[in-house]
């Protein structure tokens, strides 16, 4: 299985050129690389000027289609080629109200249009120091997963992300983060059972740059990233995807 590495452009950059710019340096150096699979999800306006790599969204609507202003449908992505799509991101879920039952009928409307969920979940930093982090994982991840059949399930790929590790510079150990893929895999195999958790895609997201990426692919388990500002510099990403090929 490739290691999966993804780029959380967020909303950036300013404009249409700068991300062409970034895509194609990017497309450029990541060519030649071939046992790690790169997916931008770049904000959606510049979805369609992007062609050559695995596309993402960074959110989806948790409804068909119809009179929703502003949103836009797992069918829109999917006829947009998209690949991907970010659920539950914790910026999402704070800055937008989005609950695990919202979260739970996006990844449904991501999986009936033929898109990859990417399923974030983590704790925040109080919620970690107060040791409630296995709980937490839990109902993000059983709501989040409810109703779902297990031959639709193989399509999500989860994201550990602890809430206090995006953006901050504070990444998450090497240690913990091993703890907290294998805690996701129980949780997983609870569900669906021992055989799909162990084939279950997890990757890392929270802080990641060139300097402690390696650690990751081979210390914790985990396969593959979620970078958030580390990805707006092309060369700072494809140094990451090196370090994950080599
Ligand atoms: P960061 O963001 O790499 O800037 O911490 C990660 C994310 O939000 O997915």
New binding site residues.
């Given amino acids: 299985m490739k290691f999966l590495i993804a780029a959380?452009w967020k909303m950036n950059p300013k404009s249409a050129k700068e991300a062409k710019n970034l895509f194609e340096t990017v497309k450029k150096r990541v060519k030649k690389i071939n046992n790690a699979e790169a997916v931008i999800c770049p904000p959606f306006v510049y979805l369609p000027l992007l062609k050559g790599l695995i596309l993402g969204a960074q959110n989806v609507s948790c409804e068909k289609e119809g009179a929703f202003t502003g949103d836009i449908s797992a069918l829109q992505l999917n006829d947009a080629g998209v690949k991907h799509a970010i659920v539950g991101?914790s910026e999402r879920r704070k800055y937008f109200g989005e609950t695990d039952e919202t979260i739970n009928k996006k990844i449904k409307m991501c999986l009936s249009a033929g898109i990859k969920p990417i399923l974030c979940v983590g704790e925040t930093a109080e919620e970690n120091e107060a040791g409630k982090k296995s709980e937490i994982l839990e109902k993000q991840i059983t709501d989040g997963l409810r109703g779902i059949p297990l031959q639709k399930a193989k399509n999500i790929i989860f994201a550990y992300?602890p809430v206090w590790?995006?953006?901050t510079g504070k990444n998450c150990s090497a240690e913990e983060t091993t703890g907290s893929a294998l805690l996701i895999r129980k949780i997983v195999s609870k569900i669906y059972g021992r055989k799909f958790a162990g084939l279950t895609r997890i990757l890392y997201?929270?802080?990641?740059n060139s300097k402690n990426a390696s650690q990751y692919i081979k210390e914790t388990g985990v396969n593959g990233l979620?970078?958030?500002?580390?990805s707006l510099n092309a060369k700072e990403f494809v140094d990451i995807i090196r370090q994950v090929s080599a």
């Fill in positions: 959380n991101h992300e590790a995006i953006g997201g929270g802080s990641v979620l970078i958030g500002g580390a």
